[in-house]
């Protein structure tokens, strides 16, 4: 991934599925101003965090400091997740990354390499993930605009996209009317949360992904992954790149054949833009 974009790295990963929620986020941005009592606000907003996780009724197990600004919280909770990331991200600072038994969404500023030394990724033990590096055209440089996002306020689903919305103000609009939140100008989250909102109705995840390429308009290829499945959808014109390896035990997605090549020595194959606009992988 690493030769892709300087700007900024995400990685959405997933771990055996635990009885604890995880919950990833983060109360500040590197390109806040660090003055002299900015760990002491930070050790607050942490403080805070975890009071308002016993306050909805959370059992917390732990929280953990993962940079100078990003957590790990794990806890036991059985009520609805749209109530407690709000009330957590009433913390003035906080952003909720990923909620989830499995789902882990961690990004920040650099390139691959460096985000994942950062958060000691080669330590992760999972089944499976998606990545993303970004050069920034259209946003600021920041954790905001970077790439996987969680489905908010939908359980261990993220999305990583390459493209643009042209009706990325419409859909939005239509959705902050629904109640939704969103952190970012980015249109790639308009992704996650249109097909959270569908599978928070019930539909299946290939049913929602079909749907979006009635209702979004622009170019673009997204991959979509849950707890034990991974989807990919692209616009009718199929203009922007994907390439596809399915082995026996495995499937792999990338935007550039090197990004496969990098991880498999055997040749591989290219998929074919024309053939399906949509496919969905089980575990």
Not at 6 to 18: H, K, M, T
């Given at each position: 991934?690493?030769?892709?974009?300087?700007?900024?790295?995400?990685?959405?990963?997933?771990?055996?599925?635990?009885?604890?929620?995880?919950?990833?986020?983060?109360?500040?941005d590197p390109n806040d101003s660090q003055d002299f009592d900015f760990s002491e606000r930070l050790e607050r907003s942490r403080r805070e965090v975890e009071s308002r996780l016993s306050k909805i009724g959370?059992?917390?197990?732990?929280?953990?400091?993962?940079?100078?600004?990003?957590?790990?919280?794990?806890?036991?909770?059985?009520?609805?997740?749209?109530?407690?990331a709000d009330y957590v991200e009433n913390i003035p600072g906080c952003e909720v990354l990923s909620l989830g038994h499995s789902l882990e969404?961690?990004?920040?500023?650099?390139?691959?390499?460096?985000?994942?030394?950062?958060?000691?990724?080669?330590?992760?033990?999972?089944?499976?993930g998606i990545g993303h590096v970004r050069m920034a055209t259209e946003s600021?440089?920041?954790?905001?605009?970077?790439?996987?996002?969680?489905?908010?306020?939908?359980?261990?689903?993220a999305v990583v996209h390459n493209g643009q919305l042209t009706n990325y103000h419409q859909w939005r609009r239509r959705l902050e009317r629904s109640g939704h939140r969103f952190?970012?100008?980015?249109d790639s989250e308009i992704i996650a949360v249109y097909l959270a909102e569908r599978l928070a109705a019930g539909m299946s995840l290939d049913s929602a992904m079909k749907e979006s390429l009635d209702d979004l308009d622009g170019v673009f290829t997204y991959l979509v992954v849950t707890e034990d499945s991974l989807g990919m959808a692209k616009d009718e014109m199929a203009a922007k790149p994907l390439?596809?390896?399915?082995?026996?035990?495995?499937?792999?997605l990338a935007s550039e054949e090197s990004a496969i090549r990098a991880i498999l020595p055997q040749e591989i194959d290219s998929y074919d833009p024309y053939e399906r606009e949509v496919m969905v992988w089980s575990r």
């Open positions: 991934m690493k030769h892709r974009g300087p700007d900024s790295a995400g990685y959405a990963l997933y771990g055996e599925p635990s009885e604890m929620l995880v919950m990833r986020f983060k109360l500040a959370a059992n917390v197990d732990r929280v953990q400091s993962e940079s100078a600004y990003a957590y790990r919280a794990t806890f036991r909770y059985e009520g609805e997740l749209k109530p407690l969404i961690v990004k920040d500023l650099g390139d691959a390499r460096t985000v994942s030394d950062t958060y000691k990724l080669d330590d992760f033990r999972g089944t499976h600021d440089v920041d954790i905001a605009g970077a790439h996987p996002y969680w489905a908010y306020p939908f359980s261990d689903v952190q970012s100008e980015c390439v596809l390896h399915e082995g026996e035990n495995m499937v792999a």
